[in-house]
T-cell receptor, first 114, second 115 residues
């Protein structure tokens, strides 16, 4: 079956350090992946996405890495700031081109230590 | 402001009541969604509409009925509310369903508490 999971439910990081949030997926047919950030009391917000024909994509202070061999996805946040405190979700889509649903993982809470 | 908006933000009601949640997007998107987020933050899709047409209908009790009067609005009506319906309900929209246009923009959520 399909599943999107996270290795760690919570992650505590020192301010200024880099954060790495991991995600495992089981559907080898998935070819589109997205990371969302959800701050307290708000809806999820798109951060970055990656297609399965890539293994790395960079945004502003964020990098997503995709390892299809082991079905692993990670989100790296550089120089973590207090505003990065949130729950982070990875999500997968089985087929980039089709009108299929996006499946969300269970989320990782990132907390920042001053 | 361009956004996805939902009303009400909070909804407290008695078991057995019928209630509606409204959603509007002024982003010009074709596709809208309803998600349910439980107390453990798990987000699960309930419905998706594309240009007012139902595209995705997950295994949701038929007490939940979505209605899309136009592509900018997707409302959710819930009949005979049960305790287990307590959750945060998120509306979202995306330009399209596929082909790189499915980045979803979420509303602020409606916190439903059934007593």
């Amino acid at each position: 079956g399909e599943s999107v999971g996270l290795h760690l439910p919570t992650l505590s990081v020192q301010e200024g350090d880099n954060s790495i949030i991991n995600c495992a997926y089981s559907n080898s047919a998935s070819d589109y992946f997205i990371w969302y950030k959800q701050e307290s009391g708000k809806g999820p917000q798109f951060i970055i996405d990656i297609r399965s024909n890539m293994d790395k994509r960079q945004g502003q202070r964020v990098t997503v890495l995709l390892n299809k061999t082991v079905k692993h996805l990670s989100l790296q946040i550089a120089a973590t700031q207090p505003g990065d405190s949130a729950v982070y979700f990875c999500a997968e889509k089985p087929n980039y081109s089709s009108a299929s649903k996006i499946i969300f993982g269970s989320g990782t809470r990132l907390s920042i230590r001053p | 402001d361009t956004a996805v908006s939902q009303t009400p933000k909070y909804l407290v009601t008695q078991m057995g009541n019928d209630k509606s949640i409204k959603c509007e997007q002024n982003l010009g998107h074709d596709t809208m969604y309803w998600y349910k987020q439980d107390s453990k933050k798990f987000l699960k899709i309930m419905f998706s509409y594309n240009n007012k047409e139902l595209i995705i209908n997950e295994t949701v009790p038929n007490r939940f009925s979505p209605k899309s009067p136009d592509k900018a609005h997707l409302n959710l009506h819930i009949n005979s509310l049960e305790l287990g319906d307590s959750a945060v309900y998120f509306c979202a929209s995306s330009p399209r369903l596929a082909g790189g246009q499915e980045t979803q923009y979420f509303g602020p959520g409606t916190r439903l508490l059934v007593l």
